[in-house]
């Protein structure tokens, strides 16, 4: 059974940076999507960036121009890179992988993101 392993997460300063690193544990073909997301307590879990198999990404505009959201297709790897970290972005990220034929949807386990002086 395939499992996503998320790494990175971490207590940072505001303005501050950190890198979130997911792995599949086995190999997933047809991969068509690969994202991140995350919950804040009290809140619905909410999209922050994904990328296509084509290298096309998307963001939310609460990240747009701080994160980086980037793929390894020979690894199925996806990466995070966050920048300029504010508290707000204090949530458990999720690791996201949506395959197609047949059509499945992977997540991780979670990894917690606490930004705070």
């Known amino acids: 059974q395939v499992q996503l392993v998320e790494s990175g997460g971490g207590l940072v300063q505001p303005g501050g940076s950190l890198r979130l690193s997911c792995a599949a544990s086995g190999t997933i073909s047809n991969i068509a999507v690969m994202g991140w997301y995350r919950q804040a307590s009290g809140k619905q879990r909410e999209l922050v960036a994904t990328v296509t198999n084509f290298g096309i990404t998307n963001y939310s505009d609460s990240v747009k121009g701080r994160f980086t959201i980037s793929r390894d297709n020979v690894k199925n790897t996806v990466n995070l890179q966050m920048n300029s970290l504010k508290p707000e972005d204090t949530a458990v990220y999720y690791c996201?992988?949506?395959?197609?034929?047949?059509?499945?949807?992977?997540w991780g386990q979670g990894t917690q993101v606490t930004v705070s002086s």
């Open positions: 996201n992988i949506k395959r197609y034929l047949p059509s499945i949807t992977y």
